[in-house]
């Protein structure tokens, strides 16, 4: 009985029966019996009982742990006598009678035998057992002082808290405690009151915490493992698109199609040539794009759809990009190797025209605070300028391309362009520090995640790679699908918590992709030219926009919306269409 | 057409003769010694906005290559072709090369390249041997 047979695969698991725990009260050889201590259990398997050691399909969940755990939940539940039932009846307990011992002496405040009692555990680990008996000592310590025994808890605090060696600079704060009596409740709450031990079952806790979990089961141990479950599962499910699908833990869950755009609501027919850019604002409420037609456009975005509310049309040259302020007031435009013109957004004014004789700028953007305007210049440099113009700095050198995105980190603090034709930079303006994302191939465009710690890098040969940006720049996935051969194809993030990648193609559909399986998810037909942008609106996870050389932008939503939208007068007819079911 | 990208090359260029997109740099030479249906042609060991077509066996004048057709992005015209696959050891140098047909391209001095009447142009392909 118990004795170590070797021909016993190490993999079945003993069985504690309620006999072989009352042993385990005597203190005796507790080391090898407890249920689960990996090294010594592997090495010497114990004699099973017979009958099941696991439940569960594939075999992987010892019988004793889960009943365990479950009694410990029924516990946490306030379910006190289920909890004793179910330990009773599966003739499992959930503690050993040692530990059961030790809890009742921690409530009860039996400092001392608490102390002896945890060094019949039979831990093998020195420090957790000194650890252990520092909080228990620590807890008796305070007490000591709450009920003004000083000179008890003096003591305490020489002769069996300090030589334990743990922590000494908390053995030093407690003996200040002795010294100035306020010190100590100042240094918790004030609203506290004098009592400055803890509850005993806070300190029952921190000894769980601290003792190995198949000695005292962790608090929540199973909630854990179900919302480790529950994660898992939102992580895998690639349509996962709305804030509202609560997790059940009935079904797995599994979100259908139906949450990714996927229909054409609206097509908005505004531009006389091919649209190039777009993007939402960051507040979701407004759309600009911009068009080799040399205008920009804003749209403001209502429940029914969007309507056009201005055309910017100063430009003389075909625009590159439009960039948003961060509080969405005004809009850069930028003419291909022109100039950049700001815009008052509510308005429709022109505010300033930022220019540089001799030079054209190539991409403009903001910094975070909305004081300065960044912009890449034909010369291979980037700037800064005050709002009003004033310049202020200037990258000179081998910064950005004639074709290159321009990029603000949230900080404030990176900017991001294309410096040579495989290699993006990431200059810390402040820190003077570059760093480079060194790819094998041309790189087409870029865009930021909108935390700012990853970039999605559109290549020549037709993949698109995302990079995590934090530290050294680490390559994360690859994207592929979409086709691209001449021109520039934009990509994007989006969805609920960007979980989507999104990107044009020159074959006219607009691709979808999600981010963490890497998995193609949606192809959009409808344009009938390439889709050379696409942006996802950041309050609306349903919403995506794309622009096309067929001189339109497709507004993109659910399919189950489409059937109720109601068809609308035109009673302006500033060219926009909405679409019902059909493309 | 959407908005072109295009490699910027520094330097001594050859160009699209129709619509100026830089194809490649003089240095990137190879060979000057190959020929095409139109005439001269360049042996390139890099060449930047052209876009490819279907893989083709052909049998060229130092034997049996796999090429693609190369089209400038700009205007689609044919330019030349690239060697992505030599059945003959002795033309494995070929392999990832490019040609630019003379006829095709502008010199880095703007010039141009005039197929010269009565003069038979054999098949295309040749070797600097």
Known sequence: MGGVEDDEPASKRMKLSSEELRRLSNGSTIKETVVGSSGDLMARPLQSEGGEEVVGSKGVIKKVEFVRIIAKALYSLGYIKSGARLEEESGIPLHSSVVNVFMRQILEGNWDESVVTLHNFGLTDEKTIKSASFLILEQKFLELLDEEKVMDALKTLRTEIAPLSVDNSRVRELSSYIVSPSYGSSVRSPKQDTLRARSRSKLLEELQKLLPPTVMIPEGRLEHLVEQALVLQRDACMFHNSLDKEMSLYSDHHCGRDQIPSQALQILQAHTDEVWFLKFSHDGKYLASSSNDQSAIIWEVHETGLSLKHKLSSHDKPLSSVSWSPNDHQLLTCGAEEVIRRWDVSSGECLHVYEKTGLGMVSCGWSPDGKWIFSGLNDKSICMWELDGKELECWKGQRTLKISDLEITGDGKHIISICRETEILLLDREAKVERFIEEDQPITSFSLSRDSRFLLVNLLNQEIHLWNIEGDPKLVSKYRGHKRTRFIIRSCFGGLDESFIASGSEDSLVYIWHRGTRELIESLPGHSGAVNCVSWNPANPHMLASASDDRTIRIWGLNNLSRSVKQKEPHHSNGIHYCNGGT | ?129
């Open chain 2, 1 to 129: 057409m959407g908005r072109l990208f295009v490699v910027n090359l520094e330097g001594k260029v050859y160009s699209c003769k129709h619509c100026k997109t830089p194809l490649a740099l003089c240095d990137d030479v190879v060979s000057k010694s190959f020929q095409s249906r139109h005439g001269k042609a360049y042996l390139f060991s890099k060449v930047v906005n052209v876009s490819s077509g279907e893989k083709e066996d052909r049998v060229m004048m130092t034997g049996l290559h796999t090429v693609v057709d190369i089209f400038c992005v700009g205007c689609g015209s044919i330019v030349g072709w690239k060697y992505e696959f030599a059945h003959e050891k002795n033309q494995k140098y070929k392999e990832g090369k490019s040609v630019l047909e003379r006829f095709k391209v502008s010199g880095p001095d703007g010039s141009h390249y005039w197929v010269s009447h009565g003069r038979y142009v054999g098949g295309s392909d040749a070797d600097d041997v």
